[in-house]
T-cell receptor, first 110, second 116 residues
Framework: QKEVEQNSGPLSVPEGAIASLNCTYSDRGSQSFFWYRQYSGKSPELIMSIYSNGDKEDGRFTAQLNKASQYVSLLIRDSQPSDSATYLCAGNTNAGKSTFGDGTTLTVKP | NAGVMQNPRHLVRRRGQEARLRCSPMKGHSHVYWYRQLPEEGLKFMVY????????ESGMPKERFSAEFPKEGPSILRIQQVVRGDSAAYFCASSSLGGQSYNEQFFGPGTRLTVL
């Protein structure tokens, strides 16, 4: 079992819809979680951090964390073609080590 | 306000040669992480360093790979006697915090290594 698993893609949504990206983790030592966006051929870009249970909103992005279920999600509202990218979920332990999922590729169709 | 710098951006080596990848962290950051990304795959942690110290090298292959972060200068990931399977994108990230879960990591542009 992978330490961080993301829902298999690719995911395709129409422009303006809500894109839902999911991530589960197996290491209960993971305390903090991060979502990165990676465009093809580019480096990962940090878009959201979440440290405690519940929701965290930033513009069109909402991250959700449920430590009891070991589940993290990212919602993108009003999806735009420019949101088309691979989204990486990462979990950090208290030692600061990050473990990444394999990513979910999102395509937003105009 | 420069971000994480990596060079070279592209590196071509023949089998058996050495590859040296450099990473300068963001200003004010003293924690450096190296990751490898194979085509169509996720990021795999390799090593975590602070100045003059290797904190966690659990992701480093046992042979041919080494990393350092000297007191002065960039962090260097060194691959000796490269093989075709080493062809990948190598990303460096830096953070201002280390040894705790809240450290947000910021990535450099990566070095694309091609082994002929």
């Amino acid at each position: 079992q992978k330490e961080v698993e993301q829902n298999s893609g690719p995911l395709s949504v129409p422009e303006g819809a809500i894109a839902s990206l999911n991530c589960t983790y197996s290491d209960r030592g993971s305390q903090s979680f991060f979502w990165y966006r990676q465009y093809s051929g580019k480096s990962p870009e940090l878009i959201m951090s979440i440290y405690s249970n519940g929701d965290k909103e930033d513009g069109r992005f909402t991250a959700q964390l449920n430590k009891a279920s070991q589940y993290v999600s990212l919602l993108i509202r009003d999806s735009q073609p420019s949101d088309s990218a691979t989204y990486l979920c990462a979990g950090n332990t208290n030692a600061g080590k990050s473990t990444f999922g394999d990513g979910t590729t999102l395509t937003v169709k105009p | 306000n420069a971000g994480v710098m990596q060079n070279p951006r592209h590196l071509v080596r023949r089998r058996g040669q050495e590859a040296r990848l450099r990473c300068s962290p963001m200003k004010g950051h003293s924690h450096v992480y190296w990751y490898r990304q194979l085509p169509e795959e996720g990021l795999k942690f390799m090593v975590y360093l602070q100045k003059e110290n290797i904190i966690d090298e659990s992701g480093m292959p046992k042979e041919r790979f080494s990393a350092e972060f000297p007191k002065e200068g960039p962090s260097i990931l060194r691959i000796q006697q490269v093989v075709r399977g080493d062809s990948a994108a190598y990303f460096c990230a830096s953070s201002s915090l280390g040894g705790q879960s809240y450290n947000e990591q910021f990535f450099g542009p990566g070095t694309r290594l091609t082994v002929l």
